[in-house]
């Protein structure tokens, strides 16, 4: 199984901009899809972005649309959320997983918390 560890979250003013990471080992992530999921205090996790292993096709919730670019570096095994114009509905704790068989896989463990305040 991939093991997986987000990094770059923190508090930020509305309006700003973070980039998140995510870094994968266990296995490569080759031919594998990758997602970006968030949860906030009191709701379900949530996907945000998604992108497919050539990168040659992307999803975003509708509430992250123009805002959020998700990308990936095969070579590095690595996953970026790069989020700009931020809100304070933003704030969560964000993970990433690996879509295997149809399903997304992440430990859910700690992810990397994104506070949007003032």
């Known amino acids: 199984q991939v093991q997986l560890v987000e990094s770059g979250g923190g508090l930020v003013q509305p309006g700003g901009s973070l980039r998140l990471s995510c870094a994968a080992s266990?296995?490569?992530?080759?031919?594998?899809?990758m997602g970006w999921f968030r949860q906030a205090p009191g709701k379900e996790r949530a996907l945000v972005a998604s992108i497919t292993w050539s990168g040659g096709a992307t999803f975003y919730a509708d509430s992250v649309k123009g805002r959020f670019t998700i990308s990936r570096d095969n070579a590095k095994n690595m996953v970026y959320l790069q989020m700009n114009s931020l809100k304070p509905e933003d704030t969560a704790i964000y993970y990433c997983a690996a879509s295997v068989g149809g399903r997304w896989q992440s430990d859910w463990g700690q992810g990397t918390q994104v506070t949007v305040s003032s």
């Open positions: 266990g296995r490569t992530l080759s031919g594998l899809p």
